[in-house]
């Protein structure tokens, strides 16, 4: 059930985070998705360096929220070097 979580989790934060910041990127679900997880990592690791958290015990909108800042920072970085 973890990973489901995860891949969920990475949808909703890509697609959030796409639509945060529209704009022209190639790639369909997938690489939406591989975004969001991407950035949940990020986000994760962002925000453990800032003390707002220890990690996710589940999907909530904390983990919702973090995710979808990592999965911005990731397109904006993206967008830079393309």
């Not at 995860?6 to 529209?22: N, Q, R, S």
């Not at 990127?25 to 950035?39: E, F, K, N, P, R």
């Not at 986000?43 to 999907?59: C, E, I, K, R, W």
């Amino acid at each position: 059930m973890g990973i489901l979580s995860w891949i969920v989790l990475g949808l909703i934060a890509g697609a959030l985070a796409k639509w945060l910041m529209p704009g022209r990127d190639g790639g369909g679900w997938i690489v939406t998705m591989v975004l969001g997880i991407a950035g949940a990592f990020v986000g994760g690791y962002l925000g453990t360096m800032l003390g707002l958290g220890g990690g996710a015990d589940g999907v909530n909108i904390g983990s919702i929220i973090t995710a979808t800042v990592g999965a911005f920072v990731l397109l904006f970085i993206y967008r830079i070097v393309k």
